[in-house]
């Protein structure tokens, strides 16, 4: 066998690898549903510039990500943008584009759930941090679930739980929320004469 026909063979099975490699990642970006992403015009770009597709780029850039938590590097940084930019992000395109109610409410659950899981997140974590990054993979697996269009769990954890609780205590943190508003608006009031008098007594000291 000439070395040209081992070049050609060695080509071809490279190709082969490539498309079966392709057709692998299509199949896991259509079951994650990743052409979400597609929407957000600076990763299509960088995608353009890479000659690869939004979706491929993603996983490329998630299984880094993996490593790095994997070896406990970049887990809160994962975390953040998976939880938090990500959303927020989609949260800022359904308000200037979206006329959705369908997609305000997902959203607007979707960080209502978030605040809750991140307000008791320091308490969670005196039980589950033990568990090193596997805690960090479980947190970036309950985002995900609770803001993804296949799943839409904040929705569920509403539904099932959160509603029931707020309108149990809505009366009782209403009136918290009231009286925090009118103790606050009292020490501004009382401050404002002892802030004027201080800067007049500051200007008078400079003359």
């Known amino acids: 066998m000439c070395i040209r026909d081992r070049y050609q063979r060695r080509v071809h099975g490279e190709s082969n690898f490539n498309q079966v490699m392709a057709q692998y990642l299509d199949q896991i970006s259509n079951t994650l549903n990743l052409q979400e992403f597609e929407r957000i015009q600076p990763l299509k770009n960088l995608a353009d510039k890479a000659g690869v597709k939004v979706p491929h780029l993603i996983l490329g850039a998630s299984s880094l990500l993996i490593v790095l938590v994997l070896f406990n590097y970049g887990s809160s940084l994962l975390s953040s943008i998976i939880g938090f930019l990500y959303p927020a992000y989609m949260s800022f395109k359904t308000i200037e584009t979206s006329r959705n109610s369908e997609d305000s ?34 947190k970036i697996g309950l985002f995900i679930y609770l803001f993804h269009p296949k799943t839409r769990g904040a929705a569920l954890v509403y539904d099932k739980f959160l509603r029931d609780l707020l309108k149990k205590y809505e009366e009782h943190i209403d009136k918290g929320i009231s009286g925090i508003g009118s103790s606050i608006g009292k020490t501004v009031d009382a401050a404002k004469p002892l802030a004027a008098k201080a800067a007049i007594n500051a200007a008078m000291s400079n003359k």
Do not use: E, M
Not at 114 to 121: L, R, T, W
Not at 122 to 132: D, E, K, N, R, Y
């Open 105 to 138: 409410r997902h959203w607007l659950t979707y960080w209502l759930v978030y605040s809750f899981v991140i307000a008791f997140d320091p308490v969670i974590a005196i039980f589950f941090s033990w568990l090193g990054f596997v805690y960090t993979f479980l």
